[in-house]
Nanobody
Framework: QVQLVESGGGLVQPGGSLRLSCAASGNIFRINAMGWYRQAPGKQRELVAAMPSGGSTNYADSVKGRFTISRDNAKNTVYLQMNSLKPEDTAVYYC?????????????????WGQGTQVTVSA
């Protein structure tokens, strides 16, 4: 089993910055893809930023140039630096991690979600 712990959300004024963190622990052979999603009230969960195992990154058009995803492989942690925040960025942010784990006799790939952290952008 793998546990994800998110931190860094909060209340910030428009134009401000926040940095989200998501640390993975447990039965980890290798962390493959890592990403951040968000869900605003009354809306579907959407991809914000992703970092597949190859090291490339991709972003939702609405956050390009403002958000940056990064990872620290030694700490099994993914970050989301959010700058120039706007009220429309208000949502619960979830990290998502694809992990290769040990199983008796082989390896298995599973997908995990963090518990979510609230980001509120308001004056």
């Amino acid at each position: 089993q793998v546990q994800l712990v998110e931190s860094g959300g909060g209340l910030v004024q428009p134009g401000g910055s926040l940095r989200l963190s998501c640390a993975a622990s447990g039965n980890i052979f290798r962390i493959n893809a890592m990403g951040w999603y968000r869900q605003a009230p009354g809306k579907q969960r959407e991809l914000v930023a992703a970092m597949p195992s190859g090291g490339s990154t991709n972003y939702a058009d609405s956050v390009k140039g403002r958000f940056t995803i990064s990872r620290d492989n030694a700490k099994n942690t993914v970050y989301l630096q959010m700058n120039s925040l706007k009220p429309e960025d208000t949502a619960v942010y979830y990290c998502n991690v694809e992990v290769t784990s040990w199983r008796p006799g082989n390896l298995a790939v599973d997908n995990y979600w963090g518990q979510g952290t609230q980001v509120t952008v308001s004056a």
